[in-house]
């Protein structure tokens, strides 16, 4: 059984079993004969599957004799022969052999099975029943010639075999019972027959067969012998727009084969960091990250392949389009815009895999090794992974409190979870029970699916627990629902934005109930993890933090002692209460700075779904605009697909077009991350292919959307050019464009202002904010400015160089550089995310509608809470933009005074201002490189970036652009 072994020994036992057709030598009952599961037309088989001819074991024609009633017991199998399309040419193939052989059975059966091995192409797919699997009880195999089972090695492929298969359930989920369509019609002994399709002559071109009925001449082909997909791809190949955007496609960029001179030269390979490729830590493949819905009903958090089959699109004719727009003549031709596929790409989708996260949860543990608090690095790590590992973090939770007999230990999520996998064989199963990780295995499944869809679909809104205040919904939100400590809905119940849906395949294959439920538009539900309450480890826990009075202390320390009782009265976990002991701030607050903005409020609302989950679609191209999208948004087995026996009632399975369609793209600009993953798919375990729609482009998909969103939605710049100052003054103004401040989410983002003036030939004489090939800033010299590491310590200085918000730059080693700098307690320039002491410098570009705590404006739309007060404060400036009055909410205006070569002409130069953002900056890079050097993570972070190619990409020179402007003298 399925369940009694590891997955490589199980298929290993029963791939031999089917390919060598033991089932039929044990005379296993079969179809009446081969029969299509579609429409052949035109060289093009409309079938769900090939030509198939299905073997049952005794207790599936059991239950079908029983009227389909009950279960079927464990152990029954459907077997299903296929071959190559149509059924007719096996029929008439064996009505030739039963007439030259009519005294021969056995003659015509061996006969039959070697034409089908060599013109059929004979494969299978098969079903077990184990009810210990998953919820719906089976487990689907595809089983070729050879009976090869998987290796799940690079480039990594799906399951060929395995429990609760969403490719599979897609379409069994529509069965009226037990997952089977099965009818005794197609049964051989039985009266009926089976389901009959319209098949044309197209097939009788078997030019090795004598002319006859299976090699007809080429005049009695319809069509002439054109093939559907031929005649579809003349059509695109006549088509202009098609043929310039083929023209212009390309390969993913190779990584480099040699370390990038200009990365090692800013960060040489000292203290054993640089490895080998061989060396690299690599991640498991995103095909083992299967966790399929329990036998006795769902738990709360199920991996992302289960939802793949229904919520993947369809990529073209024969099958059909849906969530997909095609744009070449074969199947997957075109952009992938299904929920799955998008998802899959985004910084959502890759967050349990990220490789930056990582290297950084190595550096704040050997920061706490360090200080002597090496206690809390379990308790920190399992908060970190409440977001980025949120789905195995808090099912490990929920099932160490409902079965405290299973040893499990809630209270530290250890990063080797990340790389356990469930067994494959009897040897890692020994290997996994003799270590102590056999029982947490799933939550490492679960944890590397990221913010997976069963995160966001079962949100539900934070409470006021008893005995606490009357918070309004604002403050019940600040003080209970930060920091990826979320309520739930039930396990068996996920939330989407529509009422009218069909429930019963996902209650078939999954036991959940999909409801409607508008919290899934809103924004509040994003904060979640987009508002982070941390401690500040090394702080003075009798003082309040600087910036803060102790009122506002009181209430960030009461939230995070709020989220701990919450997780110890939900699940029994004590990991947050030693946490609780030091002084708490905001971290990351992108919800908060969009609730401090115009964008929350009703004239102006737009919401983070509206910005992030785009409803139009354009191509990087420009040859394909559309400014909304209806679609499918599920593909299952309905009344659109060719008929089959005992399918649900056509109105439970009959998906509607939808209007309105929400792209699940979930981009900001962290180019540099996504680039990274898809330069390097082999060390972090990540699939080019995605199987539903074969479309390879999803990772470019999700850059080009960037790209958009740093070109058209992140900022604005306006550059006006006088005399003056001895020289040209340069006026720029940048407006922010986003919902929330500039750059925004984790503090060591920065973006910063390139001022670049060229004169008559073309040539730059003068730049501020200039870089090198390796992102960092350098002076006119081209060498790095001695602020760009935060290192560098003047005698006598109070802290180390760094830039200052800027209103007036006079030199080329001045630069406008909008950022959050935060020192610790020792006063050094850290981007720990628990050292966080004081901040010299936030002068982050404010989202429009900004208001500052304690005004009236505030107060008139926030009241007059101290919670609200509090959190608010990390919304704002901090530094010289607060003294700025060019730097308000929304812009900031920076003059540039550029001298002028001897004998220039003002009227040649030409000036060009552009905004980049570094999702990733040197001076961060090299913390991680210097503070756990030793660390796999670390180590492979070294690894992937020194070698990622940036030239030609996005991200060349480790920067990626977003607005800009050009001007000359009037």
């Not at 005379?27 to 029969?35: A, F, L, Q, S």
């Not at 934005?497 to 508008?518: C, F, L, N, W």
């Not at 809470?865 to 205006?893: H, N, Q, W, Y």
Request: charged fraction near 20%; hydrophobic fraction near 35%; aromatic fraction near 10%.
């Amino acid at each position: 059984m399925p369940s009694s072994l590891p997955l490589l020994d199980y298929q290993s036992q029963l791939y031999p079993f089917i390919a060598g057709r033991a089932f039929a030598a044990k005379g296993w009952v079969r179809d009446k004969r081969w029969r299509d599961t579609g429409p052949f037309v035109l060289g093009t088989s409309y079938g769900i599957h090939p030509a198939v001819r299905i073997y049952y074991s005794p207790e599936v024609i059991t239950w079908l004799e029983g009227g389909r009633q009950g279960a079927v017991p464990d152990g029954a199998m459907v077997v299903k022969e296929m071959a190559t399309p149509p059924a007719a040419r096996y029929m008439t193939y064996r009505e030739m052999l039963e007439y030259l052989h009519p005294d021969d059975p056995e003659a015509v059966e061996a006969q039959m099975l070697e034409f089908l091995r060599k013109d059929g192409g004979l494969n299978w797919t098969v079903m077990v029943k184990d009810s210990a699997v998953s919820y719906g009880g089976w487990f689907f195999a595809s089983v070729d010639a050879s009976a090869e089972i998987d290796d799940f090695a690079p480039p990594y492929a799906p399951a060929s075999g395995q429990a609760g298969d969403g490719l599979c359930m897609r379409c069994h989920a529509s069965a009226a019972e037990e997952l089977v369509f099965s009818a005794l019609d197609n049964v051989e002994g039985y009266p009926g027959e089976p389901l009959n399709f319209r098949v044309d002559e197209s097939w009788r071109n078997m030019t090795d067969q004598p002319v006859g009925a299976m090699n007809l001449p080429i005049q009695q082909y319809p069509g002439q012998g054109q093939s559907v997909a031929a005649l579809i791809e003349d059509y695109f190949h006549n088509d202009d727009a098609y043929d310039k955007s083929n023209a212009g496609a390309g390969g993913d960029p190779v990584r480099r084969s040699t370390a990038n001179p200009a990365f090692v030269q800013i960060f040489p390979p000292v203290d054993g960091i640089a490895v080998e490729a061989s060396a690299v830590h690599p991640m498991p493949s995103q095909w083992l990250d299967h966790v399929p819905s329990r036998p006795d009903g769902p738990q709360h958090f199920l991996t992302s392949d289960n939802c793949l089959g229904c919520h993947g699109g369809l990529g073209g004719a024969p099958s059909g389009i849906a969530m997909f727009l095609q744009t070449g003549p074969d199947y997957g031709d075109g952009y992938d815009i299904s929920e799955y596929s998008e998802w899959r790409w985004s910084p959502m989708g890759l967050a349990g895999r990220d490789p930056v996260f990582f290297a950084q949860l190595e550096s704040e543990f050997a920061l706490l090794e360090q200080a002597g608090s090496g206690d809390l690095t379990d308790a920190l790590g399992t908060t970190c992974l409440s977001c980025h590992g949120a789905m195995g973090q808090r099912q490990l939770q929920i099932d160490a409190k409902a079965s405290p007999e299973a040893g499990l230990d809630p209270n530290a999520f250890k990063l080797d979870y990340m790389a356990l996998h469930a067994p494959l064989t009897e040897a890692e199963d020994a290997r996994q029970k003799a270590d102590g990780s056999f029982a947490y295995h799933q939550y490492g499944n679960l944890a590397r699916d990221g913010v997976s869809c069963a995160v966001c679909h079962h949100i539900a809104p934070p409470e006021r627990a008893e005995g606490q205040p009357d918070y309004n919904t604002l403050d019940t939100y600040l003080m209970n629902g930060t920091t990826g400590r979320f309520r739930m809905t039930e396990a068996d119940r996920l939330i989407g934005p529509y009422s009218d849906v069909r429930t019963k395949p996902m209650e078939h294959a999954m036991g959940i109930t999909p409801v409607q439920d508008d919290y899934i538009k809103d924004s509040e539900l994003c904060g979640a993890c987009h508002t982070i309450n941390l401690p500040n480890v090394d702080a003075d826990t009798s003082v309040p933090l600087d910036g803060y009075t102790e009122a506002d202390q009181a209430v960030f320390n009461r939230a995070a002692s709020n989220g701990a009782d919450f997780l110890k009265d939900s699940y029994g976990v004590t990991y947050p209460e030693g946490l609780t002991d030091f002084q708490h701030s905001v971290e990351q607050a992108t919800y908060l700075e969009w609730v401090n903005s115009s964008y929350s409020e009703e004239a102006s609302a737009q919401s983070c779904q509206d910005c992030h989950m785009k409803s139009d679609f354009r191509s990087a191209d420009g040859t394909l605009a559309l400014d909304g999208i209806t679609t499918q948004i599920a593909t299952i087995q309905d009344t659109t697909l060719p008929e089959v026996a005992n399918l649900l009632p056509q109105d439970e399975v009959n998906v509607p077009m939808r209007g309105g369609y929400r792209r699940h793209g979930f981009v900001g600009l962290n180019v540099f991350m996504v680039e990274m993953m898809r330069q390097f798919r082999t060390e972090m375990g990540l699939s080019q292919t995605q199987p539903m729609t074969y479309a390879t482009n999803g990772a470019q998909l999700s850059i080009d959307t960037m790209a958009q969103q740093a070109r058209e939605e992140t900022a604005d710049i306006g550059l006006s050019l006088s005399l003056g100052a001895e020289g040209i003054v340069a006026d720029v103004t940048v407006t922010n464009l986003t919902g929330h401040r500039l750059p925004s989410g984790v503090g060591f983002r920065r973006a910063f202002l390139e001022l670049r003036a060229l004169d008559g030939a073309g040539k730059t004489f003068w730049c501020s904010g200039c870089t090198d090939g390796a992102g960092v800033i350098v002076d006119g010299d081209q060498t790095p400015l001695s602020t760009e590491f935060l290192d560098q310590q003047p005698e006598g200085a109070e802290m180390a160089l760094f830039q200052p918000h800027h209103r007036v730059v006079t030199a080329q080693d001045q630069v406008q550089i909008y950022e959050e700098l935060t020192r610790n307690a020792e006063g050094a320039f850290t981007t720990s995310f628990v050292h966080r002491v004081s901040h010299p410098k936030d002068n982050r570009l404010l989202p429009h509608g900004a208001l500052t705590p304690g005004t009236p404006a505030f107060v008139a739309k926030f009241g007059d809470s101290e919670v609200t007060s509090a959190f608010m404060k990390a919304t704002l400036p901090e530094g010289g933009a607060v003294d700025d009055p060019d730097f308000i909410a929304g812009s900031d205006r920076v003059e540039y005074r550029i001298p002028l070569p001897a004998g220039s002409d003002p009227a040649d130069i030409t000036v060009k201002a552009t905004l980049y953002s570094q999702a990733i900056p040197p001076y961060y890079l090299k913390q991680r490189f210097e503070t756990a050097p030793g660390g796999p993570a670390t180590r492979r972070l070294y690894y992937l970036a020194s070698h990622l190619q940036t030239e030609g990409t996005l991200i060349e020179d480790w920067k990626l652009a977003t607005g800009s402007a050009t001007a000359k003298l009037p």
